[in-house]
Nanobody, 123 residues
């Protein structure tokens, strides 16, 4: 079982910045990619960004140019730097990791989730 521990949420004014971090309790060698989703009140969870251990990045159009995702392979930790925050960025942000698991002769990819961290953008 892989644990994802998130940190860094909080309350910030519009135009402000926050940095989210998520540490995985497994070696980076078994992680295919890590990333972030968010869920605003009354809305479905939406994908924000992800990054592979090799550094390949994908980001949602709504956050391009404002958010930056990075990964510390030595610590199996992903960071989400959020700048120019808007009220519509308010949501619970969830860390996600796709992890390769081998049990006997069976290999599969499993998704793991963090507990979520609240980000509120308000004046």
């Amino acid at each position: 079982q892989v644990q994802l521990v998130e940190s860094g949420g909080g309350l910030v004014q519009p135009g402000g910045s926050l940095r989210l971090s998520c540490a995985a309790s497994t070696s980076i060698l078994s992680i295919l990619h890590m990333g972030w989703y968010r869920q605003a009140p009354g809305k479905q969870r939406e994908w924000v960004a992800n990054i592979t251990s090799g550094g390949t990045i994908n980001m949602a159009e709504s956050v391009k140019g404002r958010f930056t995702i990075s990964i510390d392979n030595a610590k199996a930790t992903v960071h989400l730097e959020m700048n120019s925050l808007k009220p519509e960025d308010t949501a619970v942000y969830y860390c996600n990791a796709a992890v390769g698991v081998v049990e006997g002769f069976v290999a599969e990819v499993r998704d793991y989730w963090g507990q979520g961290t609240q980000v509120t953008v308000s004046s």
